[in-house]
């Protein structure tokens, strides 16, 4: 199963993109040995449109255009569920163990997800009830994304 990330807005040079990278490196290194195809992250272009549903639908269709057939869609929003790290890597063996081409996940930019989009989605996570940076929300998710994988490797990374 291959896992892309596709997040509205660019992640500048700094500590963030570091970070960020060095948790997608950790799990492509781990994850293949754990039958994952690997972990990819596309930025979307932020919508310049005037008004927020005009940029949430712009941002939307260019989100769709990237999902391919047969993929599980998981949004990142702040009304979606909050999972622990041992249920996030059950769910992602899960879709592994059942053959799921790929798995998708979705962060918004700063008006959030349209609402159709997020009806489409098969999970909608949250990191908790409060509203992060995207930027911030990319790095959690890479390092929930591997830490997924040290759980389901038996890696003592994950020490709860």
Wanted: aromatic share 6%; hydrophobic share 45%.
């Amino acid at each position: 199963m291959r896992l892309l990330i596709l997040a509205v807005g660019k992640l500048k040079q700094g500590p963030e993109r570091e970070l960020a990278e060095r948790y997608r490196a950790r799990f492509d290194d781990l994850g293949r040995k754990l039958g994952f195809r690997g972990l990819d992250v596309h930025e979307i272009a932020e919508s310049r449109a005037r008004e927020a549903p005009a940029r949430m639908a712009e941002e939307a269709a260019a989100i769709i255009a990237q999902v391919q057939d047969g993929a599980v869609l998981v949004t990142l929003d702040e009304r979606g569920q909050s999972l622990g790290s041992t249920a996030f890597a059950a769910q992602l063996g899960r879709w592994r163990d059942e053959q799921v081409p790929g798995t998708i996940f979705v962060i918004g930019g700063a008006d959030g997800l349209l609402p159709e989009l997020r009806r489409k989605a098969k999970l909608s996570m949250s990191f908790g009830g409060a509203t992060w940076p995207h930027q911030m929300v990319r790095v959690m998710l890479l390092e929930q994304i591997y830490r997924a994988a040290t759980i389901l490797a038996g890696h003592p990374y994950h020490r709860a």
